[in-house]
């Protein structure tokens, strides 16, 4: 018994080894760049998508790095309803300020919706987005793109969230509109409410 020991161990050392078990992988989480921007009726903080809206986070974030959104202002107020609308911010296409357009990232290819507090680019034709904003108030679903829909289908492309300053928000919201002024009547304020400074903050995860 003793001879045969060696070749029962050089068979134990012999047999494969048991397969090891797969391992868990989590999904990465998305790379959120922090901004915040400064406007006269107080602070608005933004956490952007760079993960999954990578052009259209690195297109806000050009027109911050380079401030060129020092010093302009929100605009527009669409309200639909108490609490339900959107606010809308930018460059209003100032020669000084506007830089070239981006491809455009619609929501089937982001994930990203057009929920409450979402930010988004305004655009005309896709692909001509540059440097004007949107943010939501309540959920927006019509602002999505939808394949089932004619014509242009694509949506807004929406690229980041508030983080704090909904209430600032809400307030540009209820501002008064002027009923004759500008190409949106009724939906551009009297006293835009401007914009002191915008900065990067962080990037996180």
Known sequence: MIALLPLA??????????????????????VMVRVAMQTSLGPVVLDLDRT????????????????????????????????????QFGIQNEPRRIL??????????????????????????????????????????????????????????????VVEGMDVIHAILDQPADPSKGPFKGEMLAAPVKILSAKRLTVTQ
């Open 52 to 87: 999954h809206a990578p052009i259209t986070t690195a297109n806000f974030l050009r027109y911050v790095d380079q401030h060129r959104l020092d010093g302009v202002t929100f605009y527009r107020s669409v309200r639909v309803a108490p609490d339900f609308g959107f606010v």
């Open 9 to 30: 161990l050089l068979a134990l050392q012999s047999a494969p080894a048991a397969p090891p078990a797969p391992a868990t992988t989590e999904a990465p989480k998305p």
């Open 100 to 161: 070239p357009p981006i491809v455009h990232e619609p929501t089937t290819k982001t994930g990203i919706k057009h929920l409450n507090g979402t930010i988004s680019v305004a655009r005309l034709a896709p692909g001509t987005a540059r440097g004007d904003f949107t943010i939501m108030v309540g959920d927006q679903p019509s602002l999505d793109a939808d394949p089932s829909k004619p014509g242009d289908n694509l949506g807004y492309a929406a690229f980041g969230h």
